[in-house]
């Protein structure tokens, strides 16, 4: 059985990725791809009020779930369309783990920090100032910028031109990927469980 693809969406709340991963599945045309989202993980959990050290603990829980779950869907030949925000450390180094490295296309998905503002108070379902504590961290990891196979800034192209700029892309992938090369930077080994 052949591995699916995984198209893998990093950046910030409001940034534009989860309109680019709705504009990939209406153009990607080489196969079935699923959209998942880290959010809509969330979104499955129990909704009773949690201590706070019980809260943090089902959050770690929920991602390492989440990156598991994506890592099975391609296992079985799916095409997945990851929408996440890689904003802590463990994050990007579980899915290195994780993931199997050759079959992700790691996307940067950019907006410059007012336009993200703007986004998040037209919106207004996230916490004020929420993109704006993720800008910082979410393309850098370990002390340096993350390398990515390709990059979008929503603030100069729509949901669909990235969409595009991203399938014109995928045939003229190099190896070693954007994800290989993260893996061998972290010294990550496949399968590894993340760091405490």
Not at 63 to 82: S, T
Not at 83 to 92: A, G, Q, T
Not at 115 to 140: C, F, I, K, N, T
Request: aromatic content about 6%; glycine content about 8%.
């Amino acid at each position: 059985m052949t591995s699916g693809r995984i198209i893998f969406l990093n950046g910030t709340s409001s940034s534009g990725k989860s309109s680019i991963a709705r504009e990939l599945l209406a153009v990607l045309d080489d196969g079935v791809f699923f959209h998942t989202a880290v959010d809509g993980f969330n979104a499955m959990r129990t909704k009773r009020p949690l201590p706070p050290e019980a809260l943090d603990a089902a959050l770690l829980r929920t991602r390492m779930g989440f990156h598991r779950a994506v890592a099975a869907m391609a296992e079985v030949g799916n095409g997945v369309v990851v929408d996440h925000v890689l904003s802590e450390d463990w994050r990007l180094l579980d899915c290195l783990a994780v993931l199997p490295t050759e079959d992700v296309v790691f996307v940067g998905v950019r907006c410059p920090p007012r336009e993200l503002v703007r986004r998040e108070l037209a919106r207004g379902d996230r916490p004020s100032g929420l993109a704006m504590r993720q800008y910082d961290v979410v393309h850098r990891h370990g002390g340096h910028d993350l390398v990515y196979d390709v990059e979008c800034d929503t603030s100069a192209a729509g949901p669909r031109e990235c969409a595009e700029l991203i399938k014109e892309f995928l045939p003229r992938r190099l190896a070693p990927t954007a994800f290989s090369r993260l893996r061998d930077r972290h010294a990550v080994g496949a399968g590894e469980p993340p760091p405490g």
